[in-house]
């Protein structure tokens, strides 16, 4: 049962420019939703977080936006960094749980 | 800044075998997690624990599996009867708010098990 989704196994863009990693989710009760960032060998690491009253958050150059009625949410970095090259978790919880359910992943590689 | 710390960073096992995986959670945390990553797989919630006992757990987690937290740092998990389809990378992770707004878990580097 994929409740989080991330239908981009993989994602090339050139440093400087804006690299879009999207994320959708099937459970309308999620109301709080976290990126993480994963380089091999180590735990993901957090990254930007989002709760359902807002549709944006910034933090830097990530942002994400949510879209409650489309059931999306996306991160953008900007400019992109070879040192952001990572795999991006999009992960998403309801508040009265326990539990944080995780996207199977997105790997972003940025070229120099 | 603190950190979640796992050991062994990686352990081999033959089928059959009992495995336990350590954790040291943040110090002042007071929710703890295991997850797992089959490889190419998502992240996928196996157990939380607060308070001395497990708050949610998920239909992987099944009899075979078991945590505990023995002392007032260590928390562990325990797989009694290897499988193959064990071999994941195993998180442990902590929060000192649970899955609330504004909170964040914190992973620690993992415990890569293969069983064999």
């Known amino acids: 049962d994929q409740q989080v989704k991330q239908n981009s196994p993989s994602l090339s863009v050139q440093e400087g420019r804006i690299s879009i990693l999207n994320c959708d989710y099937t459970?309308?009760?999620?109301?709080?939703f976290l990126w993480y960032k994963k380089y091999p060998a180590e735990g993901p690491t957090f990254l930007i977080s989002i709760s359902s009253i807002k549709d944006k958050n910034e933090d830097g150059r990530f942002t994400v936006f949510l879209n409650k009625s489309a059931k999306h949410l996306s991160l953008h970095i900007v400019p992109s960094q070879p040192g952001d090259s990572a795999v991006y978790f999009c992960a998403a919880s309801i508040n009265t749980g326990n539990q944080f359910y995780f996207g199977t992943g997105t790997s972003l590689t940025v070229i120099p | 800044e603190p950190e979640v710390t796992q050991t062994p960073s990686h352990q081999v096992t033959q089928m059959g075998q009992e495995v336990i995986l350590r954790c040291v959670p943040i110090?002042?945390?007071?929710?703890f997690y295991w997850y797992r990553q089959i490889l190419g797989q998502k992240v996928e919630f196996l157990v939380s624990?607060?308070?001395?006992?497990?708050?949610?757990k998920s239909e992987i987690f099944d009899d075979q599996f078991s945590v505990e937290r023995p002392d007032g740092s260590n928390f562990t998990l325990k797989i009694r009867s290897t499988k193959l389809e064990d071999s994941a990378m195993y998180f442990c992770?902590?929060?000192?708010?649970?899955?609330?707004?504004?909170?964040?878990?914190?992973f620690g580097s993992g415990t890569q098990l293969s069983v064999l």
């Open positions: 992770a902590s929060s000192d708010r649970g899955a609330l707004w504004d909170e964040k878990l914190f």
């Open positions: 624990f607060y308070n001395n006992e497990i708050s949610e």
């Open positions: 110090s002042n945390h007071l929710y």
């Open positions: 459970n309308s009760m999620f109301d709080y």
